[in-house]
């Protein structure tokens, strides 16, 4: 098991990390979340060890990471967002040395086989590592993470820069890297977390600001229901009315295609607000092309708690 308690990370007057703090348990696939710059590998490099905290703690197995440095990160295989390769060895060649350096005692044949069975990389042993794909590369960091066997696997943007099949297989590798390991994975892609991980946490600005299974952050928003509208009419009256809804928490717009206005409502829980929307239009002399409502996506809850929407003006095209 992993413990983080309370760790900040300062650079001058920024926090990078402002007290953080959570677990990640045995077995389990856990997701770190958050857009880019909010933290994660600030928080995954110094889990790692790789650098330290300005204050905090992180253990492995008891192990203190800067108390007890080499018992800790004996029990952890870490993959980069950029993988640390030797691009002039073969692939045979690089995780050989890395089991030299890791001084693994596991047997050397059997333990390199294993390895390169399991993410597939039987076909390339042989070829020099700078002539490989990036889905290759990457399947390569991962070896060099399981080198050792270790309980534990921390995964920094694994998919970055991968094209569609090769994200599909790296996730499904993942899946069942997470039956005999415990896994952080890092990541600010949301499908890919939702497609993998057991538990969520979004950080953003180096703060926590959600940690539970997807079904609980889902539960949490249960009640509130997202209003879609399709209308035509002057955009600043329309949204002004709006937003003087009673139980309208939050109003956007963007306009779309033909010069129609796509709005999104969201309202507070266990309001219904539909009636008062045609109220508004009617009396305000602008049209309802079209009108449904749903309960809040992951996607939604994640850019309300992060602030990642799209600007009111934004132009969508279809």
């Avoid at 677990?23 to 997701?31: F, M, Q, R, V």
Wanted: hydrophobic letters at 40%; charged letters at 30%.
């Amino acid at each position: 098991m992993i413990e983080v308690k309370n760790i900040t990370k300062r650079y001058g007057a920024h926090k990078a990390l402002d007290d953080v703090s959570f677990t990640a348990n045995d077995g389990e696939i856990l997701g770190f979340l958050g857009p880019n710059g909010a933290g994660k590998s600030t928080a995954m490099n110094i889990i790692t060890g790789y650098i330290s905290a300005s204050s905090g703690s992180v253990s492995v197995d008891g192990k203190d990471v800067a108390q007890q440095p080499q018992e800790a990160k004996k029990n952890m295989g870490y993959l980069p967002e950029i993988p640390p390769l030797y691009e002039d060895m073969t692939v045979k060649e690089y995780l050989w040395f890395i089991y030299d350096l890791k001084k693994c005692k596991l047997p050397k044949i059997s333990h390199m086989k294993d390895i390169c069975s399991l993410v597939g990389l039987e076909e390339v042993m042989g070829r020099l590592i700078k002539n490989l794909s990036k889905g290759y590369r990457q399947r390569v960091g991962f070896a060099q993470a399981l080198v050792g066997d270790p309980k534990i696997l921390i995964l920094d943007e694994p998919t970055v820069g991968l094209d569609p099949k090769q994200i599909v297989e790296i996730r499904s590798l993942i899946k069942k890297l997470g039956k005999r390991h415990t896994v952080i994975l890092s990541s600010h892609i949301l499908p890919e977390v939702q497609a993998v991980c057991d538990r969520i946490i979004i950080i953003d600005h180096g703060k926590i600001i959600a940690d539970d299974t997807e079904e609980n952050i889902l539960l949490s928003a249960d009640g509130e229901r997202n209003i879609y509208i399709t209308a035509q009419g002057e955009k600043e009256k329309i949204l002004s009315k709006l937003k003087a809804i009673s139980g309208a928490q939050e109003v956007s717009c963007r306009k779309a295609k033909g010069g129609n206005l796509e709005i999104v409502i969201r309202t507070a829980k266990d309001t219904d607000i539909r009636r008062a929307v045609f109220d508004c239009a009617a009396g305000g002399g602008w049209a309802i092309l079209e009108m449904r409502t749903s309960r809040p996506t992951l996607e939604e809850i994640f850019i309300r708690l992060t602030g990642q929407g799209a600007d009111d003006s934004e132009e969508v095209s279809e």
